[in-house]
């Protein structure tokens, strides 16, 4: 399924970076030679410091910020889940404080990479609407919506950076609870299983959607890099197949260095 991040930054005007066989793409800020990206600096290069994440409760409700990413209020869980697709096409409820280890492991991995942190800070039951400027923790919000319009089948996430259209700070992610999901055993490299055996909704994998949305919350966009898990269109409405990934590719590496600089072992 593709996700919406990609489309919105091409409207507020995306800048490709290529050096060689470089095709990362990045968020440009207001200020010429900044980007939306996390830390004290908007300034490439500069470290992102320690960053808050957590899921909204259930009932948080959107805005327009998000418009057909957040209508209404949020979901407290995934209702589409397959947990044995290669078995059966029986889906249950996935709650969304079970989706914290997969999340935990995107962000790792890009820490792992860059000289960024990040922390979980658990539920947050404020009620706050999406883009709330009272807002403050987490600083990264990820909640569960039914998708409207044309993102309504055909978008599994949809991913924000901090600052984007004049937000104040904080960065966002907006799963679609209409599709459907999987947590994949395939090998990385392979090629993930598209439908649940017997058939069903189509599946995104879990594990390479919450690298790719946490990739674009730190400010990196669709990659043109075809070997790149960032890469735009990998998962898409046309089923083009989709490799599996658990970490960031040499391209992503490049792109989350660019903004970050390179990981800083013993840092506090």
Not at 48 to 54: I, P
Not at 113 to 122: E, K
Request: overall charge neutral; aromatic content about 8%; charged content about 20%.
């Amino acid at each position: 399924m593709p996700r919406s991040f990609a489309g919105i930054l091409v409207a507020t005007g995306l800048l490709g970076l290529a050096h060689g066989a470089i095709a990362y793409e990045v968020v440009p800020a207001q200020r010429s030679g900044e980007y939306l990206k996390w830390g004290a600096s908007r300034q490439a290069g500069t470290a992102g410091g320690e960053v808050t994440w957590g899921f909204v409760a259930a009932g948080t409700p959107g805005s327009e910020y998000c418009g057909v990413h957040c209508p209404g209020a949020s979901l407290g869980e995934l209702p589409n889940f397959y947990p044995d697709p290669e078995r059966d096409n029986v889906a249950r409820p996935l709650r969304v404080e079970q989706l914290q280890p997969v999340f935990q492991a995107a962000f790792d991995a890009w820490s792992a990479v860059a000289d960024i942190r990040f922390r979980y800070v658990g539920i947050d039951a404020s009620m706050r609407p999406m883009a709330d400027p009272a807002s403050r923790s987490p600083m990264i919000r990820i909640g569960i919506w039914r998708h409207a319009g044309l993102a309504a089948h055909f978008c599994a996430a949809a991913a924000f950076p901090p600052g984007l259209r004049g937000e104040s700070g904080s960065g966002y992610i907006f799963l679609n609870a209409n599709v459907g999901y999987q947590l994949s055993a395939a090998p990385e490299g392979s090629r993930v299983q598209d439908f649940p055996l017997g058939g069903g909704l189509h599946m995104s994998d879990l594990h390479l959607l919450a690298l790719r949305e946490t990739g674009h919350t730190i400010g990196l966009a669709d990659s043109r890099h075809a070997d790149s898990m960032m890469c735009r269109g990998d998962t898409s409405a046309t089923l083009r197949p989709t490799l599996m990934w658990r970490a960031p590719r040499a391209d992503d590496v490049a792109g989350a260095r660019f903004l970050y600089g390179p990981p800083r072992p013993g840092r506090p």
